[in-house]
Nanobody, 119 residues
Framework: QVQVRESGGGLVQAGGSLRLSCAAS????????MSWYRQAPGSQRRLVAG???????DYKDVVKGRFSISRDNAKNTLYLQMDNLEPDDTAVYSC?????????????WGRGTQVTVSS
């Protein structure tokens, strides 16, 4: 079974930075896609940034120029560097891994990590 776990959230003042990590663990799998999502209170979960199937990066417009996604394939780990944070960035941030196992393709989610930006 593949598990995904996020870390790095916390409380930060507006203008500050945080770096989130998301690591996948398990056996007998390969990673085919990785993305970050966030869900603010009372809102739907929305894509923040991700790697496309052509290995390009894709960002939600409101985070372009402030957030940067990266990965370490050897460690099956995804990162999200968040700079110049704004109060509207407050949300639970979750990652999604698309993994291929012998049984087929699976979408695996972490439980999320809380990011709170104070004004």
């Amino acid at each position: 079974q593949v598990q995904v776990r996020e870390s790095g959230g916390g409380l930060v003042q507006a203008g500050g930075s945080l770096r989130l990590s998301c690591a996948a663990s398990g056996s007998d799998f390969s990673v085919e896609g990785m993305s970050w999502y966030r869900q603010a209170p009372g809102s739907q979960r929305r894509l923040v940034a991700g790697f496309t199937n052509t290995d390009d990066t894709d960002y939600k417009d409101v985070v372009k120029g402030r957030f940067s996604i990266s990965r370490d394939n050897a460690k099956n780990t995804l990162y999200l560097q968040m700079d110049n944070l704004e109060p509207d960035d407050t949300a639970v941030y979750s990652c999604e891994f698309i993994v291929r196992k012998p049984s087929g393709l699976a979408y695996v989610w972490g439980r999320g990590t809380q990011v709170t930006v104070s004004s």
